[in-house]
């Protein structure tokens, strides 16, 4: 099992900035693919990022390449969506989620097993 506690959402002007944490516990593997997700409502869950938790590679959403960053720190057990130049339509619930899955299957929400609860991002225009 793996346990995911996001945190860092919050309200911001359209232009600033959010760091939003993962925290990850339980048995997770270098094998594991890293995911962040959002939903705003009446939309379906979309994909914005994903890394891997050994090698380090990244994909993005086209929507938020170039102003979100993701990371992970392996020796804390956490992994970073660093979000800038923020603007109204990425107001959203964000999740970050977890499985040992091929990468070519990281944008596909129901490809995760694991997810956090979400955190709220409101972006004020």
């Known amino acids: 099992q793996v346990q995911l506690v996001e945190s860092g959402g919050g309200l911001v002007q359209a232009g600033g900035s959010l760091r939003l944490s993962c925290a990850v516990s339980?048995?997770?593997?270098?094998?594991?693919?890293m995911g962040w997700f959002r939903q705003a409502p009446g939309k379906e869950r979309e994909f914005v990022a994903a890394?891997?938790?050994?090698?380090?590679?990244?994909d993005y959403a086209d929507s938020v390449n170039g102003r979100f960053t993701i990371s992970r720190d392996n020796a804390k057990n956490t992994v970073c969506l660093q979000m800038n130049g923020l603007n109204a339509d990425d107001t959203a619930v964000y999740y970050c989620a977890a499985d040992r899955r091929n990468w070519a299957f990281r944008g596909i929400p129901s490809a995760y097993n694991y997810w956090g609860q979400g955190t709220q991002v409101t972006v004020s225009s």
């Open positions: 339980g048995r997770t593997s270098s094998s594991y693919v």
């Open positions: 890394i891997t938790w050994s090698g380090g590679s990244t």
